[in-house]
T-cell receptor, first 113, second 109 residues
Framework: EADIYQTPRYLVIGTGKKITLECSQT?????MYWYQQDPGMELHLIHY???????EKGDLSSESTVSRIRTEHFPLTLESARPSHTSQYLC????????????FGPGTRLTVL | GQNIDQPTEMTATEGAIVQINCTYQ??????LFWYQQHAGEAPTFLSY??LDGLEEKGRFSSFLSRSKGYSYLLLKELQMKDSASYLC??????????WGAGTKLIIKP
């Protein structure tokens, strides 16, 4: 079944730790996105990719980095987590047609102590 | 700049009808989406409009007027499970999806 997956679903870590949030999709989509969303607030685009070896920063300044070595995989890394990084992180993907519907993963809720 | 406006919060009664408005100012237009997002969950697709007019899908309908930069989502026969945030998003001339802040809909018995 074609889907988009994120792991872990929940993560509690201490300040200064390096973490990687995983995102994989089996829909064959070229475009992938990472959003940050605080409870009850709007989605903020932090990174996106239009294909293998393509990554761009989004509208929200972020201290995270991403990579796109395989079409299906788009991990997000925080080199040194801080309490200000506490948020929900949503991964999404879409195909390359003009239609542009984005399909979302279940999200990772990150808490940095 | 690019801007999408929606009411922050609306309240409606179970069984009633509610209309959620969205106005947009974007650099170009290549379609408008409505998504539903329950608290703590990911957004899920509801509807898509690219031409003027009304698109109906069961209890939900979405309307678009490109000349007015305006859309609405109409929810009929409201159920308690419709309590959620409703996000309006527009695809701009670069095929980037611009998101509104969402409208939190509260359904009361």
């Amino acid at each position: 079944e074609a889907d988009i997956y994120q792991t872990p679903r929940y993560l509690v870590i201490g300040t200064g730790k390096k973490i990687t949030l995983e995102c994989s999709q089996t829909m064959g989509h070229d475009k992938m996105y990472w959003y940050q969303q605080d409870p009850g607030m709007e989605l903020h685009l932090i990174h996106y990719s239009y294909g293998v070896n393509s990554t761009e920063k989004g509208d929200l300044s972020s201290e995270s980095t991403v990579s796109r070595i395989r079409t299906e995989h788009f991990p997000l890394t925080l080199e040194s987590a801080r309490p200000s990084h506490t948020s929900q992180y949503l991964c999404a993907s879409s195909d390359t047609t003009d239609y542009n519907e984005q399909f979302f993963g279940p999200g990772t809720r990150l808490t940095v102590l | 700049g690019q801007n999408i406006d929606q009411p922050t919060e609306m309240t409606a009664t179970e069984g009633a009808i509610v209309q959620i408005n969205c106005t947009y100012q974007t650099s170009g237009f290549n379609g408008l989406f409505w998504y539903q997002q329950h608290a703590g969950e990911a957004p899920t697709f509801l509807s898509y409009n690219v031409l003027d007019g009304l698109e109906e899908k069961g209890r939900f309908s979405s309307f678009l007027s490109r000349s007015k930069g305006y859309s609405y989502l109409l929810l009929k026969e409201l159920q308690m499970k419709d309590s959620a945030s409703y996000l309006c998003a527009v695809t701009d001339s670069n095929y980037q999806l611009i998101w509104g802040a969402g409208t939190k809909l509260i359904i009361k018995p």
